[in-house]
């Protein structure tokens, strides 16, 4: 029910004016989203940079439906890249890309070329890239893509989610040297058949999946915003032996940002994925009807900044 409405106000423009109007919602929007425009997501990246976080930019946009709009989505990314190496904000700062927006829902092969496309970009700027995981159905065309991807650009980064129940074998497949894996619990809304439903099954997957990421050859990423997560995260970077520089932890700008600095402060990587451009109502009403829970967690997140 919660859903519907969500969705119905995610498509709806008079509903999209009042909430992008209200004092309220550009409060909300600035705590989740860099701005609109590219000087925005330099201005914020510059800010987290000095103050001792990486970071991975998502550039936002409507759902991609045409050659056409994939290749603005490419040629966005392609200059964000030269305008970060100009600003001397590379490597500290990568971008995160949804292969969905460079085509791969109609065209696979024109969504690798423009990924191709992409990673040559960050190699001249000095950087990575990391290729965002969205629903299940797409998980084996993007660790293809990913594949053919690491064969020239092999600091490609994949994304895992501990939801999915196949995970913990893709967690084996890719714990290789070099392999740059980012574990999440997963954002979408998954049928049981492939996806654990209940919160408790998924952080057992997640654990079991970072035991296997941190005892292994590759660089893990561990995205999440769970205390107990990142603690057993600490646990295990002891346990293993494992130097701040051979992993890291990743968090959603603007979600507990005091656990990023006292990360920071403890010596270990942080990196803050910041979302930037001008569908931002899009990206965070979608967000919101994808799980409703969100509604809780970006609600938590105004409340506290811990
Ligand atoms: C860097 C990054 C990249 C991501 N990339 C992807 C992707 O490519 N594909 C994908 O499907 N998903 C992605 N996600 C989203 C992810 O899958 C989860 O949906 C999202 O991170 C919420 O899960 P969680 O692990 O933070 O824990 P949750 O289950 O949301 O929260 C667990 C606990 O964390 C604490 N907590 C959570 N939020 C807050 C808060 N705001 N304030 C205070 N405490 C809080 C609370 O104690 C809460 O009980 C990404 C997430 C991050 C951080």
Same mark, same amino acid.
């Given at each position: 029910?919660?859903?519907?409405?969500?969705?119905?106000?995610?498509?709806?423009?008079?509903?999209?004016?009042?909430?992008?109007?209200?004092?309220?919602?550009?409060?909300?929007?600035?705590?989740?989203? &860099?701005?609109?425009?590219?000087? @925005? +997501?330099? $201005?914020? !990246?510059?800010? /987290?940079?000095?103050?001792?976080? #990486?970071? *991975?930019?998502?550039?936002?946009?409507?759902?991609?439906?045409?050659?056409?709009?994939?290749?603005?989505?490419?040629?966005?990314?392609?200059?964000?890249?030269?305008?970060?190496?100009?600003?001397?904000?590379?490597?500290?700062?990568?971008?995160?890309?949804?292969?969905?927006?460079?085509?791969?829902?109609?065209?696979?092969?024109?969504?690798?070329?423009?990924?191709? &496309?992409?990673?040559?970009?960050? @190699? +001249?700027? $000095?950087? !990575?890239?990391? /290729?965002?995981?969205?629903?299940? #159905?797409? *998980?084996?065309?993007?660790?293809?893509?990913?594949?053919?991807?690491?064969?020239?650009?092999?600091?490609?980064?994949?994304?895992?989610?501990?939801?999915?129940?196949?995970?913990?074998?893709?967690?084996?497949?890719?714990?290789?040297?070099?392999?740059?894996?980012?574990?999440?619990?997963?954002?979408?809304?998954?049928?049981?058949?492939?996806?654990?439903?209940?919160?408790?099954?998924?952080?057992?997957?997640?654990?079991?999946?970072?035991?296997?990421?941190?005892?292994?050859?590759?660089?893990?990423?561990?995205?999440?915003?769970?205390?107990?997560?990142?603690?057993?995260?600490?646990?295990?970077?002891?346990?293993?032996?494992?130097?701040?520089?051979?992993?890291?932890?990743?968090?959603?700008?603007?979600?507990?940002?005091?656990?990023?600095?006292?990360?920071?402060?403890?010596?270990?990587?942080?990196?803050?994925?910041?979302?930037?451009?001008?569908?931002?109502?899009?990206?965070?009403?979608?967000?919101?009807?994808?799980?409703?829970?969100?509604?809780?967690?970006?609600?938590?997140?105004?409340?506290?900044?811990?």
């Amino acid at each position: 029910m919660l859903r519907s409405v969500i969705l119905a106000a995610s498509r709806s423009s008079r509903v999209e004016r009042l909430v992008a109007t209200a004092p309220f919602s550009r409060d909300v929007v600035r705590r989740f989203v &860099a701005g609109a425009q590219t000087d @925005d +997501a330099l $201005r914020v !990246t510059r800010e /987290l940079v000095d103050g001792g976080v #990486t970071v *991975t930019l998502d550039h936002l946009g409507e759902d991609t439906v045409t050659p056409e709009q994939a290749t603005t989505v490419r040629d966005e990314y392609l200059t964000l890249l030269r305008r970060l190496a100009e600003a001397g904000l590379t490597p500290a700062a990568e971008v995160s890309v949804k292969l969905s927006a460079l085509g791969q829902a109609f065209d696979e092969q024109l969504a690798y070329d423009n990924a191709r &496309a992409i990673c040559a970009a960050a @190699d +001249a700027a $000095r950087t !990575t890239v990391t /290729l965002d995981m969205e629903d299940h #159905t797409t *998980t084996d065309s993007t660790l293809d893509i990913l594949a053919k991807l690491r064969k020239d650009h092999p600091s490609t980064g994949a994304v895992l989610q501990a939801y999915l129940r196949r995970t913990e074998s893709d967690c084996r497949d890719l714990a290789t040297a070099g392999s740059r894996v980012r574990l999440c619990k997963g954002a979408y809304k998954e049928p049981e058949s492939v996806a654990y439903q209940s919160a408790r099954e998924v952080d057992k997957s997640y654990v079991r999946c970072l035991n296997i990421l941190m005892s292994g050859d590759g660089y893990p990423m561990l995205a999440t915003h769970d205390p107990r997560l990142i603690s057993i995260g600490e646990d295990r970077a002891r346990w293993f032996d494992r130097a701040p520089d051979s992993f890291e932890f990743q968090m959603l700008y603007g979600i507990r940002p005091e656990e990023q600095d006292r990360l920071v402060g403890e010596g270990y990587t942080v990196r803050t994925y910041v979302p930037y451009g001008d569908d931002w109502y899009g990206y965070l009403m979608r967000r919101l009807a994808e799980r409703p829970a969100n509604l809780a967690f970006f609600a938590r997140a105004l409340a506290s900044r811990k």
